[in-house]
């Protein structure tokens, strides 16, 4: 079990930092990325592979029951969200980018892709269907 203040829990905090900061992709250029893999945690590693495109995300179907950009958050009711391992239901979701809300509105058909970030469910795609 890896404590606090050892090199590999530094290094996963830091890896999960910057994925958050958007810069997956630098990250993942100059760490090895077996390591990286290996050590980072589940979430960092699915929010790399979500933006990379590889081993991506599962779209989930959706209507919009709310939208509060201001707070970036979004309350849906979706399908099952089969990487959480989460049923159909209504809840709020966190939005990694508030932008992504932008021409969105109650009662509008969506396709999204989730994972948990820090215990938060998240957000990181959003578009409309037809």
């Known amino acids: 079990m890896n404590t606090p203040t050892s090199p590999c829990h530094t290094h996963r905090a830091a890896a999960l930092l910057a994925l958050l900061l958007g810069c997956g992709a630098a990250f993942a ?3 090895d990325h077996a ?14 592979t979500a933006e ?13 029951r709310r939208v509060d ?12 969200i089969t ?10 979701f966190q939005v990694r980018d ?6 969105l509105a109650v009662g509008d058909p969506v396709r999204f892709t989730a ?14 269907r037809p």
């Open 29 to 31: 250029q100059t760490h």
């Open 35 to 48: 390591h990286a893999t290996a050590s980072a945690p589940a979430a960092a590693v699915a929010i790399a």
């Open 52 to 64: 990379t495109g590889s081993n991506a995300l599962p779209w989930t179907e959706a209507e919009i």
């Open 69 to 80: 950009a201001a707070a970036g958050k979004v309350s849906l009711k979706h399908g099952e």
């Open 83 to 92: 990487n959480l391992d989460m049923p159909p239901m209504t809840m709020v």
């Open 98 to 103: 508030p932008a992504s809300l932008t021409g």
């Open 115 to 128: 994972d948990r970030l820090l215990g938060v469910y998240t957000v990181l795609q959003i578009e409309k």
